[in-house]
């Protein structure tokens, strides 16, 4: 029996391109959370830029399809989508950093992420929406042209779902690093993220403190935010490494609104240093 | 899915598939390889919308050359942007000069800066970039510096 779609081999077709494009870039680390509001695309953001002036070539794979910001916090919103014979060519942020977005396909601010339903059955899109954005993934994975790339960093959503999607689509994964803030809730909901991660096989590069104290704009001085979160010895119970804390500046958000990570005109503060620390951990980690 | 033709006891072949307009369903012919006998199989909209939220191509659209990339959030995302802009033909090369005005941009915008100026170049259908193209680019972008 034959099918003359071969839906088989255009699946298998796709697999394929995904494994070339990541066989050109040598790490791809997931940032996740499981919990929304630790700051992990302020952080991502920041990272890869933190990477990009350390000399590296730097991705970022906005895989929050529905929240989409990588491209606004990396400047690099305006430019769109413009497809050559190589695959879709990724906005330029900066730092030299590459983004590959919903955002930038999206019409403007007031449209949502949302997908036509031919046959009219509006009702009936949630049969096929997850299998449909798993697949978005997989184009931003495999259709990007990527170049080559030291580091792709995929901002992931909150929620664990995501994320063995990911694993699905990109077995090669190098690792996730995982973020938290210093609040029990917080730990509480990341260590079904840690659990479900290992589940899924990924390896786990670390554990990064965010929002861990106001530091003084004026000084050195971190002032308490939240209470002590015990992020060590949360990352100790959960045998996971533990690679630091980033205190949050107000600066940080004013910046990467404006679409200019924080650590590129800040890195000799506490936060920028501690941003441009967690990038040298990053890479002793995956060396 | 498979059927069985009743009368050969054998297993029914698929002949071809029939997209509606618009893409809503399917009409899937099987054939009995023995005696002819032919079904037809219609899908329902969310069946078809299933198949197609892998990604791939079905029904006669699935006469395939390689698929253009990102052909499924392009094809299935309601509220897009203007088509994206498709470059065919080879990137513009950077003379030497046009590389030394680059260099003296700050660091961390120069890969952007090199993308939105690539981009109008492309678009113009130059095939280099010299400093006077940056410098008409720079105000057709409506750039200050650079």
Redesign the interface.
């Known amino acids: 029996?034959?099918?003359?779609?071969?839906?088989l081999n255009?699946?298998l077709v796709?697999r394929q391109r995904v494994a070339e494009r990541l066989a050109k870039i040598e790490h791809v680390v997931a940032v996740m959370s499981g919990k929304g509001g630790v700051g992990k695309s302020a952080l991502t953001a920041n990272l890869a830029?933190a990477l990009?002036?350390r000399g590296w070539a730097v991705g970022v794979l906005d895989a929050d399809i529905h929240g989409p910001s990588a491209a606004a916090m990396l400047?690099?919103r305006g430019?769109?989508?413009?497809?050559?014979?190589e695959?879709?060519?990724p906005?330029?942020?900066?730092?030299?950093?590459r983004v590959m977005s919903?955002d930038?396909?999206?019409?403007d601010d007031n449209?949502?992420?949302?997908?036509?339903?031919?046959?009219?059955?509006a009702a009936?899109t949630f049969?096929?929406?997850g299998?449909?954005e798993a697949?978005?993934l997989?184009?931003f994975l495999g259709?990007?042209?990527w170049g080559t790339l030291d580091y792709l960093l995929i901002d992931m959503p909150p929620g664990a779902d995501r994320f063995e999607t990911l694993m699905r689509i990109a077995p090669a994964l190098s690792g996730a690093l995982v973020i938290t803030i210093p609040s029990q809730v917080s730990h509480m909901v990341v260590r079904r993220a840690i659990q479900s991660a290992r589940q899924a096989g990924a390896p786990l590069l670390g554990l990064v403190e965010n929002m861990a104290g106001l530091a003084d704009i004026q000084g050195e001085t971190i002032q308490e935010l939240f209470p002590d979160g015990g992020a060590q010895a949360f990352a100790t119970e959960m045998e996971i490494a533990y690679l630091g804390k980033i205190p949050f500046d107000p600066r940080l958000a004013r910046t990467t609104d404006a679409g200019r990570p924080f650590v590129?005109n800040y890195g000799d503060t506490p936060t920028g240093r501690a941003i441009l620390a967690l990038a040298r951990k990053l890479e002793e980690v995956l060396t | 899915m498979k059927f069985l033709c009743n009368d050969c006891q054998r297993v029914m072949e698929f002949v071809d598939n029939m997209a509606s307009e618009g893409g809503g369903s399917m009409a899937i012919r099987y054939a009995c390889p023995n005696c002819e006998r032919s079904i037809s199989m219609i899908t329902n909209s969310g069946e078809t919308q299933v198949v197609r939220s892998l990604g791939v191509t079905i029904g006669h659209e699935a006469i395939h050359a390689a698929p253009e990339p990102m052909a499924m959030i392009r094809g299935a995302l309601a509220g897009q942007r203007t088509a994206p802009t498709v470059y065919e033909g080879p990137e513009p090369e950077w003379t030497e000069a046009a590389l030394k005005r680059l260099a003296a941009a700050p660091v961390f915008v120069q890969g952007m800066v090199r993308r939105l100026y690539g981009d109008y170049a492309r678009q113009k259908g130059y095939a280099e970039i010299t400093p006077a193209i940056m410098t008409e680019a720079r105000d057709a972008l409506g750039m200050t510096e650079m």
Not at chain 1, 79 to 85: D, N
Request: aromatic share 4%.
């Open positions: 029996m034959t099918d003359k779609s071969d839906i255009q699946v796709q830029a990009g002036m400047g690099a430019q769109g989508v413009a497809m050559a014979p695959g879709a060519l906005a330029i942020g900066m730092a030299d950093v919903m930038l396909f999206l019409e449209t949502p992420v949302s997908w036509q339903h031919p046959g009219g059955l009936d049969v096929w929406r299998t449909l697949n978005v997989r184009e259709d990007t042209d590129l």
